[in-house]
């Protein structure tokens, strides 16, 4: 077994258990944003102050600088027939699979979705216009696309513009255009980072202001979409991908590895396990060792996995769940075999929640229906999974008869002249003088 993964395996008779534990979480949540010191939030002003007084001449210096890539603002906009191009040309079987995918995902928001809820007091309206990010990877990732637009398509969102840095040949990966076509959105404009996330809000030609962001990125393109949270709303703020396995004696320990070098393999991603089998936690541990050398990123991973991760082994199940809710994690697997189903119950913070050996994250990353749009970094405290729900707002309605305000005038008005509020008091007595 490597040493460089023996210090991962963490037990509660350490003495610095408690220390231990958090420190890969702390890294993590750092991992998704620049802190109060850091001389990148400098930069990322610079980028938002020269595109608010340039606009896409801004953008277009940002995207050269910072991808290499030389634009024009004319050539943000993938043409419709490039866009068309690379559907015809995209594997048969791979489109088969994602438009399956794709049917999938709606299938379940439309269930989830509670825009079709009829209320006299609520009204429901899809947010207007709406902006994705889709990150520039070193592979395609057409599942960003369907697990972001297809929630907002569900939800009745007219207008969806997506936005991808120019990685692939100075453009964006063909795989991703298709199903943009597939998916009948023909505003995809090649920039990305901070600059795209500005662009959307300043909302200059070619380019129209967006009123939501959402989609994951790296923590320019998070840091961005926190700064103008108020000005436009956004999904969450997003970190290093993540996984928590909770597993007792009856998983699979091959099976625990290869879950968790599925998110480390991010880079960054965090991989967690925890535990109440020693005997357990040292297979995986071993599994981990010999899997990770098979990995094409393999050196990438294995830091991700010292750096993020940890194998976790608790005094009892109870100390175990309480942790895990602490943990909030992204993807929260349960591998405890009969058990599974009750210790899920028992889970309140998680983005989602794999139960069962037979329940990997790539069932959720492409096939399920929920969307993969996550929170991370404890952020499933107070955020929630990306869904159709998050692209509608809410208006009240009141409507109220003559006879229902004078029924309630006396106590309205006793409680405008409490907070002394006189004109709000005046407002409903001077309906009740006729």
Not at 158 to 182: N, W
Not at 298 to 317: A, W
């Amino acid at each position: 077994m490597t040493d460089q993964l023996n210090k991962i395996l963490i037990s509660y008779k350490h003495p610095d258990f408690e220390k231990r534990v958090i420190e890969p979480r702390l890294k993590v949540i750092l991992a998704s944003r620049f802190t109060a010191g850091d001389e990148r939030n400098v930069q990322l002003n610079k980028i938002f102050s020269e595109i608010s007084k340039r606009g896409n001449a801004a953008v277009a210096e940002f995207t050269e600088k910072l991808d290499g890539v030389k634009l024009t603002p004319e050539q943000f906009r993938i043409a419709k027939q490039d866009l068309e191009k690379a559907h015809k040309q995209i594997n048969p079987e791979l489109l088969k699979s994602l438009n399956q995918a794709i049917e999938n995902v709606k299938k379940y928001q439309s269930e989830i979705f509670i825009g079709n809820f009829k209320h006299p007091g609520i009204k429901y309206r899809p947010i207007k216009r709406v902006g994705i990010c889709v990150p520039g990877a070193s592979a395609p990732l057409p599942s960003t696309v369907i697990m972001t637009a297809v929630p907002a398509q569900v939800a009745g969102v007219r207008e969806i513009a997506v936005v991808s840095p120019p990685r692939y040949k100075g453009s964006i990966h063909p795989t991703i255009l298709a199903v943009c076509y597939e998916l009948e959105i023909d505003e995809v404009y090649r920039i990305g980072g901070a600059q795209a996330v500005a662009a959307l809000v300043y909302g200059q030609k070619p380019i129209k202001k967006v009123d939501k962001i959402v989609g994951p990125g790296n923590q320019w393109v998070q840091m961005a979409k926190k700064h103008f949270f108020g000005f436009i709303d956004i999904d969450s703020i997003a970190g290093p991908s993540e996984v928590l396995i909770i597993a007792n004696d009856k998983a699979n320990p091959s099976w625990i590895a290869a879950d968790m070098l599925s998110q480390a393999e991010h880079a960054p991603g965090s991989a967690m396990m925890f535990t109440v089998s020693q005997q357990l936690a040292e297979k995986v541990l071993i599994e981990l060792d010999g899997q990770v050398k098979l990995l094409k990123r393999s050196q990438e991973t294995i830091e991700c996995l010292k750096k993020f991760s940890s194998i976790i082994v608790f005094e009892n199940m109870e100390k175990l769940i309480e942790q895990a809710n602490d943990f909030a994690a992204e993807h929260l697997e349960i591998q405890c075999g009969d058990e599974s189903r009750e210790i899920a119950d028992k889970i309140e913070n998680a983005g989602a929640i794999f139960i069962g050996d037979y329940s990997p994250v790539a069932v959720g990353d492409y096939w399920a229906g929920p969307s993969h749009t996550l929170p991370t970094g404890t952020s499933a405290k107070f955020f929630s999974a990306l869904s159709a729900n998050d692209f509608i707002k809410s208006t009240s309605i009141i409507e109220y008869n003559k006879e229902q305000l004078a029924e309630s005038a006396a106590d309205i008005i006793r409680l405008a002249e409490a907070e002394g509020l006189d004109a709000h008091a005046k407002s409903v007595k001077i309906r009740q003088q006729d």
